[in-house]
């Protein structure tokens, strides 16, 4: 007998996914191992321990355990914000004139803002265990540095994150909000490690990159005793932790037999759409059921839609292991113009795998259009969201408008990510009309491409 | 037999209120009446009607009804945040290493970050179903205007924002807000109005403040045809709306037998604080059981502390009704330093009574205390308080250290109305160690008091 849906779904505390998933162990095809740059070998325990604590290392390499027990001190902190409201966007329908069925699942209820609390409470925790002192990050929109601080704090390690300079000078709340919890914040590329003093040298007057933060917190990491490096995305061992967003979405659709037929994320590096979609794209690659699963990435930042399926960098300090993904190249900087995150040149080695075997889709979107798909929702659905999620908001509501025009009432399940409280810079533009669109040339992208690192016959 | 609590208590649909109690009909000594500043005679509906909506009005007048229905509109637009969680402050409580249980209902998961929603939907719709185009009201620290920005996108209705001029400044991100959902917003004072005009000429430079706004916003919606005025707090409609917090808290805690001892609110204009606490003080006055119930407001601007019990002006311009409460003098302004909201000269007129009858305490805390409780309180629950909540969790923390030092397990509740994101500058001062304590003199409120209206004998 069917159930009453309600408006909101909160799973109760006993239906809460006490184990992550890890997908890869349902790939046929496995995501490509990383390589150590200097031997071009896949890298092993023993190489990552320095850079990672040790249980993250086996989590990262491990792509046959398909799960994973959370421990129980996580699942505590867990209960401090989760479980996160899967929600009918019953306005948004009403607004959009749609027979579409529009869930989202919403990840903003949380100091942090974002997802990014669920990985980070647990590289925290994984550290803490290990005996060590801190934690090294970096940090761009901010969201990721906010949600280390705040696990940081909890488990009173020491945190230290290097901020994109432009974001640290744009977003000083952001910065407050981290130190409130207690961090140390560094405007980066810095004169406080080598690597930053090599890309000022080279770049004076930069303004900074995720890819230059990365280079500058694994090297303070890996020359600080008691301290290891952390990253809020991209790793496989990230989307592990973050799908506990999937876990829950799927419990709860299943306890009121709701079926997606259109998953929607937005992809920077991938972490957040990968924890959604990962025990769904299980069912696929086990054959049980079909999901239309989509990528959205912004049009200046068009990793899935105009990258390269490739070996590169992580970093732009080319310190970091060797990922096999889809990447832009590990010098590309998008547009100053583009707001928000999703700004990594590079994805996800699992997405990327998923990608290239057919099993998702990809579609860029442009800047202009996420901001009134982000007002439109604001508007109608009172929750402000942040320009990464209005990502997949505008891809949701195209979806919807397709469903109007055709009248199947398909269901549409999307993550929101997070809120845009401290992006109202970016709004003000939107709201003065002054935000524009800007795409990287093919020019741009092919002498990009060109920096390439040269990889062996076959990989 | 006892069900298990839950962390986070979240209310089932069916169990959220579908009426507003009015604390009023339960009152032995009625609030006094607004009078006519012209006559001295108590305010009646076709007084009001040019000011407020007709339906406002009566609600406003009402001392006798005990319930009122919500209507079928709200309710939905409540079900869009609401039930708001009822959370178990474990984490605290371990921090604290008290046997207090400490319980806070948290009223900041929405995007207008604080419980004045609540009240801002309930006045668009009544503004709506009178046929009106639209609304006027003034904002101090950005919260009311925010939520009456995201009703009034709700509904489609004009609103028009007087914004406390420093505030204006000071927080741009706050007016974007109010402006992604459409609202017009005008820094106070103005030469948009005669009584902005006259202000201005008398205080060149002004920064403001909210009785000017109050001022301004009510000129305007009493010039403009087809609008209303509509206020955030201090009237009885207002805490009328707002006993949805303490009617889903009793709701809560009656499911699970937890019974308060003591319970806790900040008081500013006292919206929240008598939301909240309505239900429980109905049976404190019906005789059926006894709570302690302690204000807390700053000690820069300490209504209840401090000032008189009188009739006085409700705004600087001296244009509203006459109210009877307790208030520092509609002249009053507290110090710049002073962070967030809880600046206002009075108090709501139903918790000046009970006050006055010895049916609730009050405390005045100082603001360097607040933001550590601030912090204390970020650092282990995970959500960064308004300045303003945070006055009532430093009395929080106060009552349950007291707890660890006489060994009792007291149960104490109190309301967490809002998120600090829009406060950052005020945390990086206090980051800074740059926040200081201000308080007025006795001097400065004798001269305040000075100017209170002369009132006919026995009044």
Redesign the interface.
Known sequence: MAQEI???I?L??NELPKQWYNVRADMKNKPAPLLNPATMKPMVYDDLRPVFCDELVKQELDDTTPFFDIPEEILE?Y???RPSPLVRAY?LEKKLNTPAKIYYKFEG???S?SHK?NSAIAQAYYAKQQGLKGVTTETGAGQWGTALS?AC??FELDCKVFMVKCSYEQK??RR??M????ANVTPSPSETTEVGRRILAAHPGTTGSLGCAISEAVEVATHTPGNRYVLGSVLSQVLLHQTIIGLETKTAMDKYGIVPDIIIGCAGGGSNLGGLVSPFMGEKLRGERDYRIIAVEPASCPSFTRGKFAYDFCDTGMVCPLAKMYTLGSNFIPSANHAGGLRYHGMSSILSQLYHDGLMEARAVEQTSVFEAA?TF???????PAPESSHAIRAAIDEAIKCRETGEAKTILFGLTG?G??D??A??KY?NGTMGDQFPTDEELEASFAALPKMPEGL
Do not use: H
């Not at 130190?179 to 207690?182: D, E, I, S």
């Not at 604001?378 to 402000?384: C, D, M, S, T």
């Open positions: 309600p408006y909101k909160f109760n505390e902190f209960k401090m914000y306005c209820n949380n100091t803002g609390l705040m704090s909890y000083p709340f407050e909000v130190r409130t919890y207690g007002e604001a508007r109608v659905e009172g929750i402000l809120t409280y401290f109202m810079l709004y003000e709201n």
